[in-house]
């Protein structure tokens, strides 16, 4: 039980990995605030987490839209009773496809959401986690955010500005008591990758899903489990002296090139 009595916001929470950590936070102790932009599909997740409603409960926000964020604060500090303790600003779009081919409207939509919504999570949820004797702001960046992939650039700069923004709010919130930090997962079986490799011609997914597994050093993917335990890490007094970091959860990914055998 690492976050008895935490109050928890996750966004992006409806299912993959901020599924995972929402879940994992309530079997620690935490009180969880399940937020998505499909509403449907986050009351469903809530449900599935503690039915009563007291422990999980669900929200709708498009972290593009800041008055949204801030609203989902709102509701969140009114339904703990109390200032957040964490949250996890999870949410985050994946475009994979060469720059020439790219959909101006796709593309600003992925820096809206991945730069602008995180950004004004962080706005909102800092007006709150600054109230709180145990604040954690955690953002998911990527793999992406310390290395590029070809097919990835609008992606690949979403994710360094991640970076950034950890290293700059954690220096900046440091005396009000705010840890800021980032998880850098490398490819995860949820929707997310299944739908990127897809956009990049994968005809047969689950063995595009293999191939990827089968390239990582470690010969696996970080799970969804792996990212909630990262997430709980962070969260707890165990990282009580780590601010400013980016946690590569990558299966050895980034450590350099890498051939089986
Ligand atoms: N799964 C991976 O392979 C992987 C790897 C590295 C980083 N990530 C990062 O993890 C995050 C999501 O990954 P996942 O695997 O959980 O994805 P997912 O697609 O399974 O789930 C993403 C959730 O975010 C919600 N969402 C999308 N846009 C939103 C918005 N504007 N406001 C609020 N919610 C929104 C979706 O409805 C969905 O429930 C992203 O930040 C992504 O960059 C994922």
């Not at 901020?18 to 309530?26: H, I, L, N, S, T």
């Not at 702001?137 to 950034?164: E, M, P």
Request: net charge neutral; with cysteine.
């Amino acid at each position: 039980m690492q976050l008895q009595g935490y109050h928890a916001v996750v966004t992006g929470a409806a299912r993959g990995l901020g599924a995972a950590a929402a879940k994992r936070f309530v079997a620690e102790g935490a009180r969880v605030v399940v937020a998505d932009i499909d509403g449907e599909a986050a009351r469903a997740c809530a449900q599935a987490i503690d039915a009563s409603g007291e422990r999980a409960t669900a929200r709708v926000c498009d972290i593009a839209d800041p008055a949204a964020c801030a609203a989902l604060v709102a509701q969140a500090e009114s339904f703990f009773g109390a200032p957040i303790d964490v949250f996890l600003a999870h949410a985050g779009l994946g475009y994979a496809g060469p720059l020439t081919e790219a959909d101006p409207e796709r593309i600003r939509r992925i820096v809206e959401v991945n730069v602008l919504g995180t950004i004004y999570c962080a706005q909102a949820a800092l007006r709150s986690l600054v109230r709180s004797p145990r604040a954690s702001l955690i953002f998911t960046s990527s793999l992406q955010s310390v290395t590029a992939r070809a097919q990835r650039s609008v992606y690949t700069a979403s994710k360094h500005a991640i970076v950034g923004l950890t290293k700059a709010l954690a220096l900046e919130y440091s005396p009000q008591g705010v840890r800021v930090n980032a998880i850098a997962p490398a490819s995860s079986d949820t929707p997310f990758l299944r739908t990127q490799l897809e956009a990049v011609g994968a005809r047969d997914v689950d063995q595009a899903v293999r191939e990827v597994a089968a390239s990582m050093p470690l010969g696996w993917l970080p799970t969804p489990e792996d990212f909630a335990d990262a997430a709980v890490f962070l969260a707890s007094t165990s990282a009580r002296s780590i601010t400013g970091h980016n946690l590569l959860l990558d299966s050895g990914a980034a450590a350099g090139f890498f051939r089986r055998g």
